[in-house]
């Protein structure tokens, strides 16, 4: 996945550093496009850094609904 993306991440489309280790945040990480449900299919996985691929989450996850804190 890292070579076929040519180790540029696909969330910043900046060079991965193939020295650099986790957990460094511009190490090599894998962004699942479509989460973690789908598993380690090839066709859902991109080459990223470890602070992209944080700072995207999971494509999943979505917002709760807001709860009432207080009543006025």
């Not at 066709?43 to 804190?69: F, I, S």
């Amino acid at each position: 996945m890292l070579n076929r993306d040519r180790w540029i991440c696909q969330l910043c489309h900046r060079v991965i550093n193939p020295l650099l280790r986790n957990p460094h945040p511009q190490s090599a990480a894998v962004h699942h496009t479509r989460g973690k449900r789908y598993g380690d299919d090839p066709r859902y996985l991109q080459a990223a850094h470890r602070l992209c691929n944080q700072q995207a989450g999971d494509p999943t996850r979505h917002d709760p609904e807001p709860k009432v804190m207080t009543q006025w």
